[in-house]
């Protein structure tokens, strides 16, 4: 197809479409919707053959994908906020029975109150499932995780669910010009999808069993192992990308002008592209500042943010999250990163764009500008008023 | 040649569980997969019949099976059969066994859906009336009197103040291609229905009244008995939707009594005669209502 004007959500639909998923299971829920339509008009044009199947919620949406990837088909699914909250019984059943389908999630803030817009609580709240996680920055990167993921998850070493997160609205519903494979190199990079952990009329299995104590920290051991084994997997698959399509990608994370930054924000997802802006002109004006985009938070990049941060004076982490009553949930996996290679630095956190509040290039320029006073600190962004409440204690 | 004990299929697919003495549920998923065969997918939701059959390392089925989540039976079913089908493979069986709670409580949003998409399964509720492997709590198809351990029956409520729930007729109301009813006290008339439904495209259901000894309170060499005397007393019937017609498969010439089934049950044993005659009404109500609606054959 070349070059087409699509958004995210599209983008992401043909990345997937060239993955040639055989059985699709959706519920629809804002803003998740375009993702799921443009697939089904793609099975209707003939240009996917794949089931799509039209559940009643979205539990059953991964319930069936889960019963379709057991028995050996390439499954698809998305969803979002409440959706992932309510299918959520069926996320650790996927991680735990091995099977490798991949979600898109489309970021969405959860109720109460009550909004559509985009904030990551959805996803970040999942962490624990078993999936591996990665957020997309722009449309094209979600047309090539589409395609990526299948190869991650399903590969032997890992077989694992993959959920593919896009930001709500600002991603999946941003037009960008992306640049869409044709079938036949899509092929070349991806190989059908084959597993011995299936039922199957010529070696029936008994699958989804129960194990108790005796037997199931192994399991539980073997599942940790295997989300481990995705970030070589991970660089494999990019690797092979990067041949065929001539994309590149970076693994886990993705560093700009850290070389020599004395001072680094990391975040993850579409904020990115404002902050990389901002980062070219602080540093026009001969600022040490960089960034760090988590591309994958599960595996998380323990050794990856360490070699990257070893010689900054002070970092903040940027997120679109709340763990209430702690911190940021992405804060809390960096300061464990930090701490395990006994990098000892001032690292600050700020909760911002809850529930689509803007984070605009002020909020980033002050960010910068309090990390060079190197202190540990938790702050909200965009607080809307509620300032007038006072935080309780020093952190 | 029709089904029956003679000519069932000999292999055992459901094998070597740990299942009460006496489970009529076990009874019912045993003779199901004789009749299917092994080109079967079993998918059993939480409940009795895979805490049983899948403890690792001892798995019980011999054909493929799985347990899907509590509320996911018939939408795991929708996936097996969607994604063999895809992959090009056919004659195959994608079957789903949940007891009570499973199917008209927790599971019955999954299984609306499948039946609404016809969905080309066959769905078999094992209905012990109570969530037993859990210790026997009420669901939505225990029956009215039951002392469950969530409905006790003491001087102020005498156990279960509500009716079963028409699962049954709340199915056919979809519009079903196949749905029946069923009691593992009349295995010849389970094993017809199970094959009938085997032939159907799109979405079956059958209904299968399976007692509990451990629930019931009832002796263990009595659950094919007291199977049987809950169709003769009236308290349960055999019967067939399809074509959008219900018919009656089995009229019992003249109606045993009530009160002794029920007494039979230490489930029932606290009922008044009281009670006893407000069930004899309302089973008296129901059999109006198949004689109004249902063929006689």
């Given amino acids: 197809m070349g070059k087409c004007f699509l958004s995210g959500n599209e983008a992401f639909a043909y990345g997937i479409c060239l993955a040639r998923p055989q059985v699709i299971s959706a519920y629809p829920i804002t803003p998740q919707t375009i993702v799921v339509e443009k697939l089904s008009e793609l099975v209707e044009d003939g240009s996917l053959k794949a089931e799509f199947i039209h559940v009643e919620s979205e539990h059953s949406a991964l319930s069936c994908a889960i019963g379709a990837s057991a028995v050996g088909a390439r499954t698809f699914t998305a969803t979002s906020s409440q959706g992932l909250l309510y299918m959520a019984e069926c996320l650790t059943y996927a991680s735990g029975g091995r099977f490798p389908i991949v979600m898109m999630n489309a970021n969405r803030s959860t109720a109460l109150p009550w909004n559509i817009y985009g904030d990551q609580r959805d996803s970040l709240s999942q962490l624990d499932c078993g999936w591996i996680q990665a957020y997309a920055e722009n449309a094209q990167e979600s047309l090539d995780l589409a395609l990526m993921s299948y190869y991650v998850a399903e590969h032997r070493e890992v077989s694992a669910p993959f959920m593919a997160n896009l930001d709500g609205f600002v991603l999946t519903h941003t037009y960008e010009v992306v640049e869409v494979p044709a079938k036949e190199q899509a092929d070349s990079f991806l190989p059908p999808f084959v597993t011995e952990n299936k039922m199957d009329f010529g070696h029936p299995r008994n699958l989804a069993f129960s194990a108790g104590p005796e037997h199931n920290t192994a399991f539980k051991y073997k599942e940790h192992i295997g989300l481990l084994n995705a970030k070589k997997v991970i660089a494999e698959a990019e690797e092979k990308f990067a041949r065929i399509f001539g994309r590149q990608y970076t693994g886990l994370i993705e560093s700009y002008r850290t070389e020599d930054a004395d001072y680094i924000l990391i975040t993850l997802g579409s904020i990115a592209g404002l902050v990389k802006e901002k980062v070219d002109k602080l540093r026009a004006e001969g600022k040490r500042v960089g960034l760090i985009r988590l591309r994958y938070i599960r595996p998380f990049p323990n050794e990856e943010l360490a070699g990257a941060l070893k010689n900054a004076k002070a970092i903040a982490v940027l997120e679109k999250d709340v763990s209430f009553g702690n911190e940021g949930t992405v804060f809390t996996n960096v300061n464990s990163a930090l701490h395990k290679a006994g990098i000892s630095i001032a690292s600050s956190n700020y909760i911002g764009g809850l529930g689509g509040k803007n984070i605009s290039e002020a909020d980033i320029e002050k960010i910068f500008e309090e990390l060079k006073e190197e202190k540990t600190t938790i702050q909200f962004l965009g607080l809307g008023g509620a300032e007038k409440w006072v935080y309780p204690q020093g952190l | ?297």
């Fill in chain 2, 1 to 297: 040649m029709g089904l029956s004990a003679r000519t069932l299929n000999e292999e055992e697919f459901f094998y070597g569980h740990k299942a009460c003495a006496g489970c009529g549920g076990s009874l019912a998923v045993r003779i199901a997969l004789k009749v299917l065969g092994e080109r079967s997918v079993a998918v059993l939701p939480a409940g009795c019949m895979s805490a049983v059959g899948f403890n690792f390392p001892q798995l019980c089925f011999g054909n493929n099976a799985i347990i899907s989540t509590f509320a996911g039976t018939a939408s795991m079913l929708t996936g097996v059969e969607a994604g063999l089908r895809a992959q090009g493979i056919d004659n195959f069986h994608a079957v789903g066994f949940a007891g009570d709670g499973g199917t008209a409580d927790i599971g019955i949003q999954a299984l609306s859906g499948a039946i609404d998409r016809n969905d080309d399964i066959i769905y078999i509720c094992y209905d012990n009336e109570a969530y037993m492997n859990t210790g026997i709590q009420k669901s939505s198809l225990t029956p009215f009197g039951a002392k469950t351990t969530t409905t006790p029956a003491g001087s102020n409520i005498r156990g279960n103040l509500r009716p079963k729930k028409n699962m049954f007729e709340i199915v056919a109301a979809h519009g079903i291609p196949y749905a029946a009813t069923a009691s593992i006290g009349y295995l010849n008339d389970f094993m017809r229905k199970v094959e009938k439904a085997s032939k159907i495209k799109g979405t079956k259901y059958i209904h299968i009244l399976a007692p509990c000894p451990t629930g019931w309170g009832t002796a263990t060499d009595e659950t094919v008995e007291i199977a049987k005397e809950v169709v003769e007393c009236g308290l349960w019937y055999l019967a067939e939707y399809e074509n959008g017609g219900f018919t009656l498969n089995y009229r019992p010439k003249e109606f045993t009594d009530v009160a002794a089934y029920l007494k039979k049950q230490s489930r029932f044993k606290h009922l008044t005669e009281e009670d006893i005659q407000t069930v004899r009404y309302s089973r008296d109500a129901k059999w109006e209502a198949i004689y109004r609606n249902f063929k006689i054959i």
